[in-house]
């Protein structure tokens, strides 16, 4: 029997009783960042309210209020996953600070020409860049574990491929795309057998999993507060305390140092050493608030997301179209797929229409996307504060998106629009429901783009999914472009700036205001940043054209 009360855990949340595009909320994005409980808000409240001041460097009281809360987060980090030590508890800026200052700090004291780094298929970018840095200051090599047709890694492999060159093992604990467990007991085991270190990246594992960083024996674990109902702008680094005490400290400043003279610092000891300046001392007072809430319902919430996984997988199923980038079931609530015929982007911007949030892209994982073949997927990450209703009204909407986008009206004629026209039209569309469509429906009925045309030549760089521009200019100077995407969302987007911007003068180009026209439009208080700046990298585009 399940005893979770998800109603009770749901009030928590504030923000998941306010509409989006006038629908409820329903909030599947919870692998990018949880909402935060009232409780954590609080705290962040309650922390400017009434202790506000810099830690550990003042005499007066609200310097010594401030600073215990701040050491109490840490003493409660260590508890939370069982550290040794507070020593052990640095705290950053989140999980890609904290890998990177282990790159920078451990990597490049440690690593020469020809050592080894071990990285896995199903990386995050955190956890690729900064050793490619670090690789290519030291002269060391990137070798990647890969992975099984189910998004395991290979374990055949792990021992072949971990060996005495290695000497740092970098691995997710969970894949932030594939929601797999990843063996990192084996690898830990692997790299301890070699003398290389191990570092894992618990990002997406610590609010579903019990963490004993002792009992795993790794040497770095690293994880982010936001994952896990915490404030954002707070990461975890826990390290061996051994192994912190031989590395040099990443910044320098105030804080981490013993004495300063021009002739030489010595440094503080652990953890400051690796704190160099002002932290999040509000972040880190909320989080404190965020472990406590954790830990009052885990122990109830592990077993309701298994029973949401299982009866979102079983839903999902019953959409032919739909495909899982792998085979089997993910470990945690997060599911990857991608759905025949439909552009990932064109799916997500059609559910944020219903108030339904999920991310669609390469989730920061490129080389894991190359691997699979793929360009992007859809991403579903639930938490326990999801409900078995919303993912029915979840899957409704996405049977009736697919269903829609495929009876959109096919026109016969669609390159010529004029911005007046589009103005006109949109004008009838009501609400941003309304809007969407007829972004939709201009996109479906652009004419595609010869494949030779789409090239590297007529990308559009800045767009979140591929883009091309082309263009005539007649003997009187006047501009045709013509352009393509392979998301519908983004030709509808282009078939709305180039009717601005057709069938004029380089000058007539230029004196377009294009603000007022996407202000006449209400358009870009509607479009994610990224896809904004999408907008405004065409338009860029095409005035760079007519320079
Ligand atoms: N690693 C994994 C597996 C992640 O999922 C993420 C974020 O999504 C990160 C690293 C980076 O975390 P942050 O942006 O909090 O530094």
Redesign the pocket.
């Known amino acids: 029997m399940n005893s979770f009360d998800n109603a009770a855990f749901r009030e928590q949340f504030p923000i998941l009783k306010i509409k989006v595009n006038q629908q409820p909320l329903v909030y599947f994005d919870n ?2 960042t949880t909402q935060k409980p009232q409780c954590v808000i609080d705290k962040y409240q309650m922390f400017y309210s009434q202790e506000n001041a810099n830690v550990h460097r003042a005499s007066h009281t609200l310097s010594a209020l401030a600073t215990h809360s701040f050491e109490q987060t840490r003493k409660q980090v260590k508890n939370f996953i069982q550290a040794s030590s507070i020593k052990e508890i640095i705290w950053t800026k ?4 904290s890998i990177n200052i282990i790159a920078q700090s451990w990597g490049r004291d440690n690593l020469k020409a020809g050592d080894e780094i071990v990285l896995t298929q199903c990386e ?1 970018h ?2 690729i860049v900064p050793w490619q840095i670090v690789a290519k200051q030291t002269g060391a090599i990137i070798k990647v574990l890969p992975l099984t047709a189910d998004g395991f890694i290979d374990q055949l492999v792990i021992n072949e491929m971990i060996t005495e060159k290695t000497k740092v093992v970098c691995c ?1 604990h969970i ?2 795309v594939l929601g797999r467990i990843n063996p990192i007991e084996k690898i830990i085991a692997r790299a301890k057998q070699v003398n290389a270190i191990s570092v894992i ?1 618990g ?2 594992a610590i609010a579903h999993q019990p963490i004993n960083v002792k009992e795993l024996g790794c040497d770095f674990y690293v994880f ?1 507060a ?2 896990m109902y915490g404030p954002t702008g707070v ?1 975890i680094l826990y390290g061996r305390e051994e192994l912190l005490n031989r590395m040099s400290p990443y910044q320098g400043g105030g804080e981490m140092i013993k004495t300063v003279s021009f002739a030489q610092t010595t440094f503080n000891d652990l953890p400051f050493k690796f704190e160099a300046g002002t932290p999040n001392i509000a972040g880190v007072v909320a989080f404190s608030a965020a472990i406590s809430f954790l830990q009052d319902w885990s122990s109830d919430i592990e077993n309701y997301e298994q029973k949401l996984l299982e009866y979102c997988l079983a839903k999902l199923t019953t959409i032919s179209q739909i495909k899982m980038i792998v085979e089997g079931e993910p470990d945690i609530p997060l599911i990857s797929f991608v759905i025949d015929d439909h552009h990932n982007h064109d799916i997500a911007t059609s559910l944020n229409v219903y108030g339904i949030a999920i991310r669609s892209g390469h989730h ?1 994982a490129m080389p894991l996307m190359a691997y699979l073949k793929l360009t992007g997927c859809l991403r579903i990450s639930l938490s326990a504060y999801n409900t078995f209703e919303e993912i029915d009204y979840f899957i409704e909407c996405l049977d009736k998106i697919i269903n829609q986008e495929d009876s959109l009206p096919q026109l016969t004629e669609n390159n010529n629009q004029l911005s007046d026209d589009i103005v006109s039209l949109f004008s009838k569309a009501k609400g941003w429901d309304g809007k969407h469509r007829e972004i939709m429906m201009l996109g479906k009925n652009l004419n595609r783009l010869n494949k030779d045309r789409r090239n590297e030549k007529s990308l559009i760089s800045g767009c979140e999914s591929l883009a091309w521009l082309v263009f005539d200019k007649n003997n009187d100077g006047v501009y045709r472009f013509t352009a393509d995407s392979d998301a519908k969302v983004i030709r509808g987007l282009l078939v709305i700036v180039l009717a601005a911007f057709n069938d004029k003068i380089a000058k007539e180009i230029h004196a377009f205001d294009i603000e007022r026209y996407f202000e006449q439009l209400g358009l870009i208080q509607h479009l994610s940043p990224s896809r904004g700046n999408g907008v405004h990298a065409i338009v860029q585009r095409v005035r760079q054209i007519a320079r």
Not at 94 to 97: D, N
């Open positions: 692998g990018a989140g999980t890609t600070e995050h955190a956890n997710a894949s932030n990246d990002a997406q982010s936001h994952k990461g920061c």
